[in-house]
């Protein structure tokens, strides 16, 4: 059985959507659509991406 990890994939801005996207199965479109909400209307998402985008590693 392989072992799942979370790394970035090549994206728009530094993959971590893609990385997530791939990770739990979902469609990149919808954790980008999730994400920028979370931006608009928590403010908590644009921390999230920058922490996930320095301690995820590149594919």
Do not use: H, P, T
């Not at 979902?26 to 996930?52: N, S």
């Amino acid at each position: 059985m392989s072992e799942k990890k979370l790394v970035r994939k090549n994206g728009v801005i530094a993959g971590v959507c893609g990385g997530v996207a791939d990770y739990f199965g979902f469609d990149v479109k919808l954790v980008r659509i999730i994400w920028v909400l979370a931006v608009i209307f928590a403010g908590i998402g644009l921390l999230a991406y920058l922490i996930l985008w320095l301690i995820m590693k590149k594919e």
